[in-house]
Structures are given as structure tokens and as C-alpha cells.
């Protein structure tokens, strides 16, 4: 048996019934990262195996005891190098925190190791959530498993292609403006990006406060739900977590589509830049929802198509915000100067890569005297439009789709010159993330060998319908059960009607 074939709820499940290890799936895993990793870069800081271990032996010592692992026993899971591990390496794939070190663990890492999980390790990502592509990380881009001369998509690039790559059954990433789904899609892989406040926000580095939120990955639905099970509920450490039960998420994913009412916003799935491919995989993916007893229909968000515009407004201005913290006075990197205002300029000028360089000179100037009512006030207006136009469509429908990434990956290099060109791959993921919604992506094809995204975006805190819809979705396909071609991997799968 090759625990890095198994599901998370299976490597769980065996676990406590001791007919798996928690050790033997740590020793899979590992030897996993060890034969591809070199080639996908997925880890920033990957765990030491004897730490990985250690934590594997106290799972089984749990089972042995008769005491009940978790949901999650003995399930590897890596963590997106901006979510803190107490005692491991947090630089957020920046030169600035270079050595710098959690003094204390997130709250949704507490929780899945309460849960029996083992972190495998912080997964790479573009500098401080900063782009579309993980190449602004500062130490290394990542590598798509689909085709290595690729994107993984950003800025969780390193979390998704862990998981497509079976280096680790789940993974943690933080969706600020499509940092979740968009990896999620061009890497084969479910992510789900939460309601705003489902998922404490403690021990995440601020990117954007008013949009920022924790979600996972997986290779299917089911995992993905059940990992929200464990991370998300109410933390009196985060002062936007909201006092909002927490559903049955995995029975969800088991319910069935039947009688869900699916709008499709004419503005995100004809949106220029739209790839022809991509805009049929989706629509045939809706195709199936509606063989499984949806009801799907074209319908209209007409501020989705300034959603983009206010985005790379609203984010860099918080952004310059969070990010005035990073000084050189109190921690990480230090350039040498001969004076305290030398020092300021110096560090952050040689700390931040240019792409933050950017965004907080973007935000700074949309905050400034003068500018921030034609600019950054105009935007949040622009997002209550947005709030507001949601509102009116899930008076009629139970969710909405889309595509989740206007294309497939890109070749690496190809559009670091053109910020503008990135900025535009977040075109379908940003209006969710607005308007703080909780919304999924899920495999639905391949074009020319690359995996294509179908995302469902649903209602504040209705994550149990999104559940509903993918996981009838990938019950009536097998793109979820495809692996990339590195080497001792399950067949193609495809299509499968009933």
C-alpha cells in the first residue's frame, strides 16, 4: 500500500484502526519529497524528517493507547510560509524575514495538529501573497507537476503543487484576492477559498486585513471538507471570526446536487482574456451539474467587471498599511546604515522584492492627502456595488460559476516583465474575495495537458452548498484522480457518467 495515494480521510481512517502507521505514512511522504521535490521546489522550509517523525510516533503511541488520533491522524499536511508554525522558519518568501521564526502556532495549525495532523513543512509563495506565478518568491520559484517549464499559479503556489505532487494529502494556503483557488485550478488540485471570518485569521502575516482568509487544499472534495471541519469556528484570538456554526461540511459533499439553482455571470465567464478551452471545459462542467439535477442559467453581476480595478486598489492600500511593521528595528533582516532613517530606507528597500516594492507605493499614493477619495474610497464603493449585486443574485440562485483561472498555466518567465498581464489572471477569483464570499475550486479538464478549474461561489458562510455542488460534481467525473507525470503515479482518469 502507497499512503501517498490515499485520500486524507482514508490515511486517517486506517490510522486509528492501526492497520496503517501514522509513521509509515510519514516515511511515504517523505520519501515522496525526497525523489521530486528537487524538481518542483514546493518547500520553503521543508520539516525535518526526524521532527516529522517524532510527531508520527506520538500519533500511533495515541492509538495504541486506546485514546481516539483525530480526524486527521497521522495526515501530512504542508503550510503556506505566511501561516505560522511556533518554532519554524515564517519569512512569507521574503529576504525581510529571512531567519525569523514563529514564536507561536496559528490557530488553524493548533487546531489540525489537535487533530492529528503532521505539518510536512512551509510551502514556497510569492513574496508576502504578492502575485499570481510563486516567481516572486524571494528565493525561488516553484515548479507546476502538470509541466515543469510552468507556473503552479500563486500566491499559494507552493501549497498546491505539494499537494498535486503528492508530497503532502493537504495543505494550507491564504486567499486574498485568488491566492487558493487560482493555484488550485492550474495545478489540478480542490482549493476553497472560506466566508471572510470562517477561519481565524491568528497567526496569518497580514497581506490585506479586510480580505485575507485561510483555506485548504486537497486532491479531492471530500478532503477539502473535512479539513474545514477541523480549521474553521469562531477564535476569540481574531477579532473578524465570526460566531457562525460550523456545518457538516463531509456529509455535504454527499448530498447531491439536486434542485440547486446554479447562475452563471455572463461578465466573469466572457471576460477578456478568457481562454476558448477554458470557457468549454467550464461550460460542459456545468453541463454534468445539470445532468445530476441542477438548475443552471446565465445570469448577470455587472460590477464584476470593475471588480479587478478596485482590488489592486483596496489591497496595496492595506498592504502599505500591514506592511509598515517590517522596519529592521524589531526583527528580520537589518541593512547596515550610519543613521536610523538610512537604515529604514535601506532595509526595506533591499528586504522587499519589487513587486511589494510596488504594491506599497500603489497603496501609499491611494492613501495619500488628495488622492484616497478619487481612488481608495471610490473602490470600497465600487465593493459595496459588488456586495450589492451579490446580494441580488443569490436572491435567485443558490450559487454562482465560473472559471476559476482565465487560462491554463503559463510558462515560467512569461509574464514577470508585465505586471499588468498577472494582475489579470485574478480577473474570476477577485469579486468573491470582495465581497468576502466562500467560493471552490474543482478540476473539470485539461487543456493541452493542463488542468483547467471550475469554480462555485457561494453565499456568506454557505460553504455546505458549495460542498453540495463540487462534490457531485467530482462524483460524476475522474479529472480529480489524474496525477502529474513525475513518476510512480495513479492512471488518467476522465469522465464517468451514472
Not at 488550485?184 to 497567526?203: D, E, H, I, N, Q
Not at 453541463?287 to 453581476?301: D, F, K, N, P, Y
Not at 483561472?405 to 516583465?417: C, D, I, N, Q, W
Not at 510512480?488 to 476522465?494: D, I, K, M, R, Y
Request: hydrophobic fraction near 45%; include cysteine.
Amino acid at each position: 500500500m502507497n499512503a501517498t495515494e490515499l485520500s486524507a480521510r482514508e490515511i486517517a481512517r486506517l490510522v486509528a484502526l492501526r492497520e496503517l502507521s501514522a509513521v509509515e505514512v510519514a516515511r511515504a511522504y517523505l520519501a515522496r519529497r525526497e525523489a521530486v521535490d528537487a524538481r518542483v521546489r514546493a518547500f520553503l522550509h521543508p520539516a525535518p524528517a526526524d521532527e516529522v517523525l517524532r510527531a508520527a510516533r506520538a500519533v500511533d503511541e495515541k492509538v495504541a493507547r486506546g485514546e481516539t488520533p483525530g480526524p486527521l491522524a497521522g495526515v501530512p499536511v504542508a503550510v503556506k510560509d505566511n501561516i505560522s508554525v511556533e518554532g519554524r522558519p515564517l519569512t512569507c518568501g521574503s529576504r525581510i524575514l529571512e531567519g525569523y521564526r514563529a514564536p507561536y502556532s496559528a490557530t488553524a495549525v493548533r487546531r489540525l495538529l489537535a487533530a492529528g495532523a503532521l505539518v510536512v513543512g512551509g510551502a514556497n509563495m510569492d513574496e508576502f501573497a504578492m502575485g499570481s506565478s510563486t516567481e516572486n518568491s524571494a528565493y525561488f520559484p516553484t515548479h507546476n507537476p502538470w509541466d515543469l517549464a510552468r507556473v503552479p499559479g500563486g500566491s499559494s503556489g507552493g501549497p498546491a503543487a505539494a499537494v498535486a505532487a503528492q508530497e503532502a494529502a493537504l495543505a494550507l494556503g491564504s486567499d486574498t484576492g485568488g491566492s487558493v483557488r487560482q493555484p488550485a485550478a492550474l495545478c489540478g488540485v480542490v482549493g476553497l477559498k472560506p466566508t471572510y471570518g470562517r477561519v481565524s485569521r491568528y497567526g496569518l502575516v497580514a497581506f490585506a486585513s479586510s480580505l485575507d482568509q485561510i483555506g485548504p487544499f486537497a486532491r479531492d472534495v471530500t478532503d477539502v471538507a473535512l479539513a474545514l471541519s477541523v480549521i474553521a469556528g469562531h477564535d476569540p484570538m481574531d477579532a473578524t471570526s465570526a460566531q457562525v456554526p460550523v456545518g457538516d461540511y463531509v456529509r455535504a459533499a454527499e448530498a447531491g446536487v439536486r434542485g440547486l439553482r446554479i447562475g452563471v455571470p455572463r461578465e466573469l465567464v466572457e471576460a477578456d482574456g478568457i481562454d476558448g478551452d477554458v470557457r468549454e471545459l467550464v461550460a460542459a462542467a456545468l453541463e454534468t451539474l445539470a445532468e445530476r439535477g441542477a438548475h443552471v442559467e446565465e445570469c448577470h453581476l455587472p460590477t464584476a467587471a470593475t471588480a479587478l480595478e478596485a482590488y489592486y486598489v483596496v489591497a496595496p492600500a492595506e498592504a502599505s498599511a500591514n506592511l509598515a511593521r517590517f522596519d529592521g528595528v524589531r526583527y528580520g533582516f537589518r541593512a547596515a546604515a550610519g543613521d536610523l532613517e538610512a537604515m529604514y530606507a535601506r532595509t526595506r528597500g533591499e528586504g522587499f522584492g519589487r513587486e511589494v516594492r510596488r504594491r506599497i507605493a500603489l497603496g501609499t499614493f491611494a492613501l495619500s492627502a488628495g488622492y484616497r477619495e478619487a481612488y481608495y474610497l471610490r473602490a470600497q464603493r465600487v465593493r459595496q456595488k459588488l456586495l450589492l449585486d451579490f446580494q441580488r443574485a443569490f436572491a435567485r440562485y443558490d450559487l454562482l460559476a465560473a472559471p476559476t483561472s482565465p487560462t491554463v498555466a503559463f510558462p515560467l518567465g512569461e509574464r514577470v516583465e508585465d505586471p499588468l498581464s498577472m494582475y489579470v489572471n485574478d480577473i474570476c477569483t477577485i469579486p468573491a474575495s470582495l465581497a468576502g464570499l466562500p467560493a471552490i475550486s474543482v478540476p473539470c479538464g485539461f487543456s493541452g495537458g493542463l488542468p483547467v478549474g471550475l469554480q462555485l461561489i457561494g453565499p456568506a458562510f454557505a460553504e455546505e452548498t458549495l460542498f453540495r455542488a463540487a462534490g457531485a460534481y467530482q462524483d460524476a467525473t475522474s479529472w480529480h484522480r489524474r496525477r502529474p507525470p513525475l513518476g510512480g503515479l495513479a492512471p488518467a482518469g476522465g469522465r464517468r457518467r451514472g
